[in-house]
């Protein structure tokens, strides 16, 4: 889920700062509120509010703008991990701040249906990614750069559910790449990339996750952009 | 006073010079705002990759992540920037 325009917050306009509502992820609703402990910003209390089928995991949060911030960024992925362990999770950018829930609820309405259709794709998944770098000062492994590449490619890609190429945003990288692996699969598809990882040592690989799926799940509410879920 | 916006009128067929060079300079500053906004969250990426892969110490790390993030922060409002402003204050006049 992704901001619809004017979603991301920002301090009122007289430059005090309220109280919001800030959303990590949302799961299906469970059958009471859940609490996950006071592990949100600030330490609050991070719980669910039930919303039909869905229940969107919050706490009660500053209403700022949520910049890049290495701890900020932390606080909201141990929550989402934190729900991870119990939950099929639909993530949200991280930034998400409501002023109050009957705005939340809009937001929540309005996606209701891309929702559905999302949680079905994702469902008992998780994300890995993988990143296979080349060695300092070494620029095309002598030619066999794409031999590795489609090796990787080729391996993984009959483990995991659905691939998705990410951008190659420094030289050195010629992997970088999120797969979506059923729950039940993810020691194949970690033995496959420690097989692989052997086979060309000279390479780094950087094998990450589980995390939540965040580059397969796209719905933009209330926003302009079309594309993902709707 | 009615002014007809460049783009509705390259929209219904015609142009005007004038406002077209102004808007062909707000699309290639636009442009060179995103560019640089994309290097510089590309520069974040590779160097978090090569301070995980144990390439950077903790301490070169936080020292070039802080710059890079003061130099995303002048890049974001840059690209940011409402262009349409122009327009905006010709119309209320």
Known sequence: MKPGKGKRAGGAKDGTQGVGIYVYCIIRCPEVMKSFGKVGFGGEEVY???????????????MKEYNVDE?????????????????????????????NKKLLAVSMKAG???????IKSVDNKVELGVKVVLPKDARDLDGKADQCKSDFVEALNCIAA??????????RLILNSSFLVDSGRVDDFSNAVGKLAEEYSVLKVQYSGPWPPY????IQILGNKRGGFR | MLLIDDLLTRAVGFSIPGLDMFWLFEQVLYFAHKEMYDLIKDKLKENRMLYELGEMTGEEYMKSNSLLVRQLKLAEKARDMNLSVRTDILASQ
Do not use: C, Q, R
């Open chain 1, 48 to 62: 669910t509010i039930e919303h039909k089928d869905f229940a969107p995991v919050v706490s009660n949060a500053i």
């Open chain 1, 71 to 99: 701890e900020d960024i932390e606080v909201h992925k141990a929550v989402v991990s934190e729900v991870m362990k119990e939950h099929t999770v639909l993530p949200v950018a991280y930034g998400m701040v409501f002023k």
């Open chain 1, 112 to 118: 209701n249906k891309a929702m559905k259709k999302a």
């Open chain 1, 162 to 171: 659905e691939t998705k190429p990410l951008k190659l945003f420094s030289d």
């Open chain 1, 215 to 218: 580059n397969f799940v796209d």
